[in-house]
Nanobody, 126 residues
Framework: QLQLVESGGGLVQPWGSLRLSCAAS????????IGWFRQAPGRQREGVSC????????NYADSVKGRFTISRDNAKNTVYLQMNSLKPEDTAVYYC???????????????????WGQGTQVTVSS
């Protein structure tokens, strides 16, 4: 009953943009930091970005910094990941996950996240 649901993935050309959404069902996101993760075939899961419950602190992987922007709209119980200047190496299944309050220094490891979404496929190809 308590779920995170990602949406917004799809096929996009290099240099294109997508906006992913992470919506909560059955609980409020107000008290949770939200992380975005991705996993490509044959690759380890990697942290992409994280935003604190307050929205006052954000984290980005070096590979996406300057291209991706994480934001939240608590009134809509939704967190977004705006992805610009997409590259083929961004192709992966993208997951959102929730953990209490703050992202922490190890946010990218995926620890202490208590809810996970089912993932949405992002494919960057010409």
């Amino acid at each position: 009953q308590l779920q995170l649901v990602e949406s917004g993935g799809g096929l996009v050309q290099p240099w294109g943009s997508l906006r992913l959404s992470c919506a909560a069902s059955g609980f409020t996101l107000d008290y949770y930091a939200i992380g975005w993760f991705r996993q490509a075939p044959g690759r380890q899961r990697e942290g992409v970005s994280c935003i604190s419950a307050s929205g006052g602190s954000t984290n980005y992987a070096d590979s996406v910094k300057g291209r991706f922007t994480i934001s939240r709209d608590n009134a809509k119980n939704t967190v977004y990941l705006q992805m610009n200047s997409l590259k083929p190496e961004d192709t992966a299944v993208y997951y959102c996950a929730a953990r209490p309050r703050v992202c922490g220094s190890s946010w990218y490891r995926g620890l202490e996240y208590v809810y996970w979404g089912q993932g949405t496929q992002v494919t960057v190809s010409s």
